[in-house]
């Protein structure tokens, strides 16, 4: 056997030295502070502009007066009409009224017209100045007031005379237009016999009873009117 070889101890390397501390670096010197600006002064105040004066004000005009207040026109109170019934379609006079009656309506109707002009124009014409012959004509006063009494008759009935000749004047211009025969009121056709004892009348046998009852009357303006 071969000898046990003898174990040589490695020896340590030497230990390293340590490195010196490195030197710390000087503080730096703190810069000395910056010295604080001067503060600004602050600029003056602006003076207030003065404050305007208030213009005076102006003076109310003065309130105008109210203009007196219209009177209310009165209310003229009319007279209410007649209804008028639905229009009705009459046929023509030629059927209505035959030739023969027509005629003989006609003729009488002038007749009686040339009767009242005559009697009218009669009247006139005695009585004309009437007034004045009271008290020119001679006679005592019995003489006069029984006169004139005469004479006031006469043209009471002189006037009833011309109202009529008006009325026989309106018949025959309705025979001549087409609408004789048709009352005015009612628009309802009169009898045949009423038209030939009263040929110039205007109104039918109803409504006539109307107006003698005042149930019925005749307005210039309005026409034939309810009282």
């Known amino acids: 056997m071969a000898p046990a070889k003898k174990k040589t101890a490695k020896k340590k390397a030497p230990a390293k030295k340590k490195a010196p501390a490195k030197k710390k670096a000087p503080a730096k010197k703190k810069a000395p502070a910056k010295k ?32 007196p207040a219209k009177k209310k026109a009165e209310k003229v109170v009319e007279a209410p009409k007649v209804e008028a019934p ?5 046929p023509p006079l030629s059927k209505r009224i035959n030739k023969t009656d027509l005629r003989i309506i ?41 006169s004139a009494q005469n004479a006031d008759i006469s043209l009471r009935l002189a006037e009833s005379g011309s109202k009529e000749l008006k009325e026989i004047d309106a018949a025959l211009a309705k025979i001549s237009d087409g609408t004789y ?7 309802e056709l009169i009898g045949l016999p009423r038209l030939k004892f009263m040929p110039w009348t205007r109104l039918s046998l109803r409504a006539q009873e109307q107006v003698e009852k005042n149930e019925l009357r ?4 309005a026409g034939w009117v309810l009282p």
């Open 218 to 221: 005749y307005d210039e303006s």
């Open 181 to 187: 025969g048709i009352c005015e009121a009612t628009r």
């Open 86 to 90: 639905p229009e009705i379609v009459h």
């Open 106 to 146: 006609r003729r009488t109707l002038l007749q009686r017209r040339d009767e009242l002009a005559g009697t009218i124009d009669s009247i006139e014409s005695e009585h004309l100045g009437t007034h004045e012959n009271r008290t020119t004509t001679g006679g005592d006063e019995a003489d006069q007031a029984n």
């Open 36 to 67: 604080k600006a001067p503060a600004k002064k602050k600029a003056p105040a602006k003076k207030k502009a003065p404050a305007k004066k208030k213009a005076p004000a102006k003076k109310k005009a003065p309130a105008k007066k109210k203009a």
